[in-house]
Structure formats: C-alpha cells, structure tokens
Nanobody, 123 residues
C-alpha cells in the first residue's frame, strides 16, 4: 500500500526554522519525484518545491527562494523540506506528493498525497 506521511510541523516564531519530513512506504522512492505543496486557509494549494528522482530540484513558489531547501535520502525513503527564515505568510498545511520520475507544478499530476502537516508561523 502506497503511503506518504508528513511530520515535523508545529508552531514557530517568525525568523525561525523548521524541517518537515515525508516518509514514503509501499514503493521505492528512487524512481519518483516528490513535491511539497501548501495550502493556507481560503487559498488554493500551491507548489513549494520539488525534487526529481535524480536529485534535481525545482522551485514553484518564488516567495521561498533562498529560504527553503529540499533534499532526499532514498535509503530512508524520506524527503525533507528545510524551511528557514520563516514568515507568517508561510503558515499553511504542508503536503508531500508523489509523481513518477519528474516534477510538475500542477498538483493534478501527482498520484499519491500525504495527509498534511500544519505549520504555523506566529509570535
């Protein structure tokens, strides 16, 4: 059974850091891209970053450039999203999703999703 499970969310002050994890099970991560998306209340889901099966990474949100880093550890079947210099506007539910081989900024192109983890940036 294919599963993606996010963790690492919570409450952080502006300017702080947080690392999200996406643990995959039921399939081998090697041939899949993993995208991170987020959805704030009242807003559409937006792509944040993605990492391809060959460790190429892509930004989908200009607002996170220079602040969010994506990485993967295939041996642990895990993808990480390191978030630094967090801002209140980063507050959202963060989701990871799977797509075969390459990244896409279109959420409809991903076939499995995690349940999401809440990130709240507030003082």
């Amino acid at each position: 059974q294919v599963q993606l499970v996010e963790s690492g969310g919570g409450l952080v002050q502006p300017g702080g850091s947080m690392r999200l994890s996406c643990v995959a099970s039921g399939f081998t991560l090697d041939n899949y891209a993993i995208g991170w998306f987020r959805q704030a209340p009242g807003k559409e889901r937006e792509g944040v970053r993605c990492i391809t099966s060959r460790d190429g990474s892509t930004y989908y949100a200009d607002s996170v450039k220079g602040r969010f880093t994506i990485s993967r550890d295939n041996a642990k079947n895990t993808v990480y999203l390191q978030m630094n210099s967090l801002k209140p506007e980063d507050t959202a539910v963060y989701y990871c999703a799977r797509r075969y081989w390459s990244c896409s900024g279109n959420a409809n192109n991903y076939d499995y999703w995690g349940q999401g983890t809440q990130v709240t940036v507030s003082s």
